[in-house]
């Protein structure tokens, strides 16, 4: 079974300034996907960011990127020139590569941004 | 927006009863996921399908059931309500075919009282 760890319960950091928040897992599977979820106050699950575990270059989605370490199982994300509106729950979630396959998702970092 | 609805948007209701949470998924998207929110047990996924038919189960109990009838929408079932079932559910759709992105659903939030 695949695990998701996210260690930083909590987070907050200044408006403008860059964040990474991290994520490791555990998987025997060599193809898989890594996603990035945002659950703001509203509660709904907005996808940030992907991954293919078979690419080597990291994603890229304007503000934010990912540094996703296959060898160590490591799949931060880094946002930044935070924006108030950035703040929310930030899952990172692991998707086996065998056609639709289920999330299996982290316990969350709920991420704040001061103004 | 996700393009992906649910209904109701909250329900409570009493323990012992049943409801049922309904879901429409993205236009042309095949694949419905549900998954559970709870404050102890996180998001967790509980019941797959995929064109009408059952793809895969998680941690789904005896006392839920799902569908997915043939204009694609969803149906979870949740009889015998305990005070526990009390959690945010999300439905989820993907393409298929290859994409396997979901996009999410804003969510019912189920209390039971």
């Known amino acids: 079974a695949q695990t998701v760890t996210q260690s930083q319960p909590e987070m907050s950091v200044q408006e403008a300034e860059t964040v990474t928040l991290s994520c490791t897992y555990d998987?025997?599977?060599?193809?898989?996907?890594l996603f990035w979820y945002k659950q703001p106050p509203s509660r709904q699950m907005i996808l940030v960011i992907r991954?293919?575990?078979?690419?080597?270059q990291n994603a890229t989605e304007n503000r934010f990127s990912v540094n996703f370490q296959k060898a160590a199982k490591s799949f931060s994300l880094k946002i930044s020139d935070s924006q108030l509106g950035d703040t929310a729950m930030y899952f990172c979630?692991?998707?086996?590569?065998?056609?639709?396959?289920?999330?299996?998702f982290g316990t969350g970092t709920r991420l704040t941004i001061i103004p | 927006d996700s393009g992906v609805t649910q209904t109701p948007k909250h329900l409570i209701t009493a323990t012992g009863q049943r409801v049922t949470l309904r879901c429409s998924p993205r236009?042309?998207?095949?694949?419905v996921y549900w998954y559970q929110q709870s404050l102890d047990q996180g998001l967790q996924f509980l019941i797959q399908?995929?064109?009408?038919?059952?793809?895969a189960k998680g941690n789904i109990l005896e006392r839920f059931s799902a569908q997915q009838f043939p204009d694609l929408h969803s149906e979870l079932n949740l009889s015998s309500l305990e005070l526990g079932d009390s959690a945010l559910y999300f439905c989820?759709?993907?393409?298929?075919?290859?994409?396997?992105?979901?996009?999410f659903g804003p969510g019912t939030r189920l209390t039971v009282t």
């Open positions: 236009s042309g998207d095949l694949s």
């Open positions: 998987t025997s599977e060599n193809n898989y996907y």
């Open positions: 399908y995929y064109n009408g038919e059952e793809r």
């Open positions: 979630a692991f998707m086996r590569n065998f056609g639709n396959e289920k999330l299996t």
């Open positions: 991954q293919e575990a078979y690419k080597q």
């Open positions: 989820a759709s993907s393409p298929g075919q290859g994409r396997n992105e979901q996009y």
